[in-house]
């Protein structure tokens, strides 16, 4: 049997991995589908001049999913028309040409003052949803995930909208007429829990969650609650590690309000990210608002304002993210944790020791980050090619559209190929595959191809040939 040991990427080569589809960091942004504008910040501008601008804040960052709230609100009492189709078009062919997927969500309500004079009937909201499921399936390439939104401001299922409302017939309504392969987020795993019969296998399957109130501590808004030795929360750990999960900590202005420190606690939101297998998180929020977006400046002013300023309320003049660049994070430190990680992430390309930080590491391994670790045939034999595979990241590769595997012999002929179970992968899990070969000629390469739905395609944390969106390994 013969064995190769394929290099691992160095840290000071890992930055080619930030544009890897469906993970990482991922930013937000609004389109208000009667008008075409964009709402909040930038209300009296395109949603697509928006969309280009928020890109350009992140550029260091380079993240390739951003959150997508498409706003319904002016058709509260209308079915969608033409004008409503085209400017959501429009806004996903301009998604292709910047190569982000959407995390979308579908929102009426804007307004958290006057929540009611926006909301609509179920009856429209189903009616709505009837009117785009087409879109929905023609657009679901360029879809990481869709939440399940509508209800309350934001779409962010607040517990009175909830109340007043049939959410199990709006999130069956959502299921029904969504793509079969979609996973579709909620706020709270009660929502899960009270609206998904255990015979309902299908929807139980694709149902994810993201969480938009991550404040380093437990809260009441947490997805599971703020009791982590609850069942609630027990369950989140199960069911986190088969389905897509995001999350979102809380605009920089906020942070006097709910913490008792300038900045959240990296470790602490760490340990949240790898317990619940975190695909993505917004870096919109929490990171440099404050210097970059003049309407979060202005409430900040606001909030100082209404606050009188009391003793002792003082508002960070950087966001979490940043200050989270400068608190390290060590080997010993992970070890200690039982966070995953590569050893080689520690290590320039001279072997020399780079230094990290929390903001590198969630940047980094927030869901998947696969190696190849093993490749091994028998050469008198030529029947088929092992191949072990790694995953160092928090969750298992689950919004890809599939892993596919290649032998091909000097002449560049496939003469194996072989597909892997994404759920297989989880966190810091080896598994072995086969790759059959169906001509018994030596294999001279073995590919490992990473694709998503809108047919871009991920790379190995391997120093490995990347060619047509194959990494290629040379045996």
């Keep these: 049997m013969e064995n190769y040991y394929p290099k691992q990427l160095s840290g000071d080569q890992t930055k080619i991995l930030l544009t890897n589809p469906d993970r990482g960091f991922r930013f937000e942004v609004y389109l208000d589908v009667k008008t075409g504008k964009s709402i ?9 001049a928006a969309l280009k601008r928020e890109a350009s804040l992140y550029t260091d960052d380079q993240p390739r999913i951003v959150q997508v709230y498409f706003y319904l609100t002016g058709y509260q009492h209308d079915p969608l028309d033409a004008q409503a189709f085209n400017h959501m078009s429009a806004f996903f062919e301009e998604l292709a040409k910047l190569n982000l997927k959407a995390l979308l ?16 009937s179920v009856q429209r909201v189903e009616q709505h949803l009837e009117q785009l499921s087409g879109w929905l399936h023609e657009h679901r390439k360029q879809i990481h995930a869709l939440q399940a939104g509508i209800i309350g401001p934001w779409g962010e299922w607040s517990a009175h909208a909830r109340e007043t409302t049939d959410e199990s017939a709006i999130l069956h309504s959502l299921l029904l007429n969504s793509p079969q392969d979609l996973t579709v987020q909620v706020r709270y795993l009660n929502i899960k829990n009270r609206n998904i019969d255990v015979a309902e296998k299908e929807n139980e399957q694709r149902i994810g969650f993201h969480d938009d109130f991550l404040i380093g501590i ?22 986190s590690k088969t389905t897509i999960v ?16 300038k900045y959240v606690d990296p470790e602490l939101t760490t340990q949240r990210m790898v317990e619940n297998h975190f695909t993505t998180l917004s870096i919109a929020h929490n990171y440099h608002e404050i210097k970059t977006n003049s309407y979060y400046n202005v409430t900040l002013e606001n909030e100082l304002k209404r606050t009188g300023k009391p003793e002792g309320l003082k508002f960070p003049q950087m966001g979490s993210f940043e ?14 944790k039982h966070w995953p990680y590569q050893k080689s992430w520690f290590l320039d390309q001279k072997n020399q020791t780079i230094e990290r930080n929390y903001f ?22 030529n029947a088929a090619v092992y191949l072990t595979l790694k995953n160092t990241g928090f969750a298992a590769p689950l919004a890809l559209k599939q892993i596919e595997l290649f032998a091909v012999d000097q002449q560049q002929n496939i003469i194996g190929k072989a597909f892997v179970e994404k759920s297989a992968l989880q966190t810091n899990r080896e598994i072995n595959t086969v790759i059959p070969l169906i001509k018994h000629n030596q294999p001279d390469k073995v590919g490992v191809r990473l694709q998503a739905t809108n047919n871009s395609t991920a790379r190995l944390a391997n120093v490995c040939q990347w060619v047509d969106g194959i990494n290629w390994f040379k045996l």
Excluded at 105 to 120: L, M
Excluded at 218 to 239: C, F, M, P, V
Excluded at 323 to 336: C, Q
């Design 246 to 261: 995001d999350g979102e900590s809380i605009w920089l202005f906020a942070n006097p309000m709910y913490l008792k420190t």
């Design 218 to 239: 437990g809260h009441e808004w947490n997805t599971a609650g703020k009791n982590h030795d609850s069942n609630e929360y027990q369950q989140l750990i199960r069911d």
């Design 105 to 120: 969500r579908f929102a009426y309500v804007s307004e958290d003052k006057r929540p009611y004079r926006q909301a609509p």
């Design 323 to 336: 200050y989270w660049k400068h608190v390290p994070v060590t080997p010993d430190l992970l070890d200690k």
């Design 360 to 381: 590198e590491y969630l940047r980094d391994y927030l869901g998947y980050r696969l190696e190849v670790k093993q490749i091994s045939y028998n050469s008198a034999l």
């Design 40 to 48: 909040y910040e930038y209300a009296d501008e395109d949603a697509i």
